[in-house]
């Protein structure tokens, strides 16, 4: 479908000419005729091409026959367009896609749960070949079906698109659409995070994606969760991941790759130097599975998060997962997630030492075996002791950050924060008291400690002071 097209079509059909005459044998008439006709006949799409904004989108309404959304008036000279759960359907999602062919300051739509169906998105696929702005686009739960895929992978495939994040989860996307996915991605040099969660590609489309992860150069983000893998679609995964040199985030949870898909990226784990996020929760992965995927943790040196809650483990598999953090002394580990694992005191005994070596790690656990019932060991508060070293220091919490602060961005990643105050012996802070303050300062848990709102504050403080200062100079 050509969009302008469409218009054109839409335009010449109110006209009521009195008799039909087809655009080959509009061609064909123009070519015969003069100079003078050709200046007076115009291009129906260059025509519309010259419209712009508001203009260009109501009269795509009026076309198609839709009321025009307001607030998509009111953004669309935004580079950020929220339109999830408007009701859009095909033909409104189809006035969206003719009112963003030219437009050149949007690069973020939001069209999440508007079931504009396979139509919707082939009139998105359409736009998205003459638009050079959109970078990001959520078309999740819209019924896309294999024809949408297909539609959107045929983008892909051609690189046309200045698409980097394409957010597709809840589709009903099958084996066949693995293929279409597959095909395109091999090949495509845009794209960098792909979210095709909530799907139904099974054990063939997880194969299928494999293959895709060996030749693909460029994906960092994949979430693959919720889409049945199973066993066998984790190995055909792990197959790629042994080459690939580009994913460094991927989602698997809730797919039941069981203790055979463990095993299979373990073996991955040994050779892939680049991953560095991967999230295995709800995977029916025991102490067996647990162990095996341990093989390779044991050499890996560049995950840094490993998200495994929800699996049926013990402290069995929760103290092979340190264990094996604490044979790699090239382990980047930041993070293991098994906050469903009830845990003993031996458990926390191992976990002091691993934490010695590895001051940058968080081991996420459920509670301690005895102690739930026992009253909660009193540790003084955290941010208190650091604010009483620095009274007695005459320092400024901002000051504390800013020595931490080695990029000097006022954003501190958590893990290096973390290895700091493990670090120091300045304030005596134990790994207890440094994870209730990692929490507080990052509540929202984005990975990073933010103090740049103590900016301000020091701003103020220093004109305070500067203002007491003059008095004093100015006092007889």
């Not at 302008?4 to 010449?12: E, I, K, L, S, V």
């Not at 162990?291 to 049926?312: D, H, Q, S, W």
Request: charged share 25%; aromatic share 6%; proline share 3%.
């Amino acid at each position: 479908m050509n969009l302008f097209g469409f218009m054109a079509d839409q335009t010449a059909d109110t006209s009521e000419p009195p008799e039909h005459v087809s655009l080959a044998d509009a061609s064909a008439e123009k070519a015969t005729k003069g100079s003078d006709t050709d200046l007076e006949a115009e291009d129906p799409e260059k025509a519309f091409r010259s419209i712009r904004g508001t203009e260009l989108y109501l009269e795509a309404c009026r076309l198609v026959e839709v009321v025009p959304v307001s607030y998509f008036i009111q953004n669309l000279d935004k580079p950020y367009i929220n339109l999830n759960h408007h009701g859009l359907g095909p033909k409104g999602v189809k006035a969206i896609a003719i009112a963003l062919v030219s437009n050149t300051t949007t690069t973020h739509l939001e069209l999440e749960d508007n079931c504009i169906l396979a139509e919707g998105a082939i009139c998105l696929a359409e736009m998205l070949r003459e638009n050079s702005s959109l970078q990001v686009l959520n078309i999740s739960n819209n019924h896309l079906d294999t024809a949408g895929a297909e539609a959107i992978t045929s983008l892909l495939l051609d690189n046309v698109s200045c698409l980097h994040t394409l957010q597709l989860s809840g589709n009903n996307f099958g084996e066949e659409a693995a293929l279409y996915f597959a095909e395109a991605l091999m090949s495509n040099y845009q794209v960098k995070k792909l979210d095709l969660s909530h799907n139904e590609f099974h054990e063939k489309g997880g194969q299928l994606l494999g293959q895709m992860l060996a030749s693909n150069t460029k994906l960092e983000f994949l979430d693959l969760s919720w889409n049945h893998l199973k066993r066998k679609g984790a190995a055909g995964l792990s197959v790629g991941l042994r080459v690939n040199d580009a994913l460094k985030i991927l989602n698997l949870s809730w797919n039941g790759i069981g203790n055979e898909g463990a095993l299979a990226l373990g073996e991955a784990l040994k050779v892939n130097n680049v991953l560095v996020h991967l999230d295995i929760s709800n995977n029916q992965i025991n102490n067996e599975g647990a162990k095996r995927l341990c093989r390779g943790l044991e050499v890996n040196g560049n995950l840094k998060i490993l998200k495994m809650a929800n699996n049926p483990l013990t402290v069995e598999g929760a103290t092979a997962l340190v264990v094996s953090v604490r044979k790699n002394a090239k382990s980047m580990m930041e993070e293991i997630n098994i906050s469903n694992v009830l845990v003993n005191e031996n458990f926390i005994k191992l976990l002091d030492g691993v934490y010695q070596m590895h001051p940058e790690l968080d081991v996420i656990y459920d509670e301690v075996e005895g102690c739930i019932s026992k009253i909660p060991k009193q540790h003084p508060n955290p941010m208190k002791l650091i604010q009483n070293y620095l009274k007695a220091h005459n320092l400024q919490l901002w000051d504390f950050f800013r020595k931490i602060d080695k990029d000097g961005n006022m954003k501190i990643p958590v893990a290096t924060f973390r290895r700091a105050m493990m670090q120091q012996s300045r304030i005596p802070l134990d790994r207890v008291q440094i994870g209730e303050l990692v929490h507080k300062l990052d509540r929202n848990r984005t990975g990073f400690v933010d103090y740049s709102h103590l900016k301000e504050q020091k701003t103020a403080q220093k004109l305070e002071e500067e203002e007491t200062e003059e008095e004093n100079k100015e006092k007889p």
